[in-house]
């Protein structure tokens, strides 16, 4: 079984979670920028969350599938479609066999996450099959989806066959069916008018109090040179109390550094593996899924958090994900 690619889209790839353990050959995580929304995707189709599903930027493509599919897609909305037909986010939806997806315009969010259940059937390399462009490493061949790419899929579970089952009884004549309920947009935020939480960076102190409050207290915006590598903002100039000279460590995704010209960087999925430049903060791990969807020219705040705060915000987090879970069980009879 296998879905075809009428249309690419603007970046269309896939991503699982990550590619972990690896960081000390220089070889970057990299994964899913909003690892929340694809494993909610995943959920919904009865795949394992952390299976590789397509990572789909602003322009979305246009896909074709040689066999009936189950999918969902979660994230951002980009006006998601099958034959000309407006589909919802956040369910579970069938359809049938030579029907076609495609995406409209974008109106919330940067990123959707399509997942197939059974998951796209791509090659592992170091234990992941995310891709990773800048090393031409993982999902398909190692690059962004092509017009023509046929992508394979996998076993389908037994809880993805019986929703299969259940929603196309419904479907009728209509090529597609959707469940009538949905799960897991609570868990994604889309709104950036919200301060996002940091953490004080390692090299926070050597930064003037000026540029502390202002950090703290004025707007930036994510510029158009800023992709899955890093976030370039434009704000303030940030200033260090004295001119200092930082040896290259570790760095993760979430790390603001700062540059000599004074405008931040947040360092995000395909991140280097260290850096050496000062980190003035740390962006929360849960937040990480909604700075995910940013788009150029959206505004950010930053705002602190303990680390008390932060550690019980994802157990938060992580809870709602596990009852999630277990509450998907009981939605096929």
Excluded at 84 to 113: M, N
Excluded at 205 to 230: C, H, I, K, L, Y
Excluded at 291 to 297: D, E, K, N, T, V
Aim: aromatic share 6%; with cysteine.
């Amino acid at each position: 079984m296998s879905v075809r690619v009428i249309h690419p889209g603007l970046l269309t790839t896939v991503q699982d979670l990550g590619r972990f353990g690896h960081q000390q050959y220089g070889v970057s995580v990299g994964g899913a920028m909003d690892s929340v929304s694809l494993r909610i995707a995943n959920l919904l189709v009865g795949n394992a969350s952390g299976s590789a599903a397509l990572e789909i930027t602003l322009a979305g493509p246009v896909l074709s599938f040689d066999h009936d599919a189950l999918i969902a897609i979660c994230g951002a909305d980009l006006s998601p479609r099958v034959d000309g037909t407006p589909i919802a986010s956040w369910r579970p939806v069938w359809v049938r066999q030579q029907s076609r997806l495609e995406f409209g315009p974008p109106v919330r969010g940067c990123r959707a996450y399509l997942a197939i259940a059974g998951g796209f059937d791509v090659p592992s390399v170091l234990n992941s099959q995310s891709t990773y462009l800048r090393a031409n490493l993982g999902g398909f061949q190692g690059r962004a989806l092509q017009a023509g790419d046929l992508l394979k899929t996998g076993p389908i579970s037994d809880w993805g066959q019986a929703m299969i089952a259940e929603l196309s009884a419904l479907a009728g004549n209509q090529g597609r069916s959707e469940a009538n309920w949905f799960a897991g947009a609570d868990l994604c935020e889309l709104d950036l008018t919200r301060p996002v939480r940091v953490l004080a960076g390692g090299q926070f102190d050597w930064f003037t109090r000026a540029s502390q409050q202002a950090f703290f207290g004025e707007v930036f915006t994510v510029t158009n040179q800023s992709d899955r590598m890093g976030y370039r903002l434009e704000g303030p100039p940030l200033e260090l109390v004295h001119s200092r000279e930082l040896i290259s460590e570790g760095v993760t995704m979430g790390s603001i550094q700062v540059p000599a010209g004074g405008q931040p960087i947040v360092l995000m999925a395909d991140r280097p593996t260290t850096g050496g430049y000062p980190k003035i903060a740390q962006v929360s791990t849960v937040d990480l899924a909604r700075l995910a969807q940013a788009r150029p020219h959206d505004k950010i705040r930053f705002t602190p958090i303990s680390v008390d705060e932060a550690q019980q915000a994802l157990r938060t987090q992580d809870a709602t994900m596990q009852r999630l879970t277990s509450g998907l069980v009981l939605m096929v009879r």
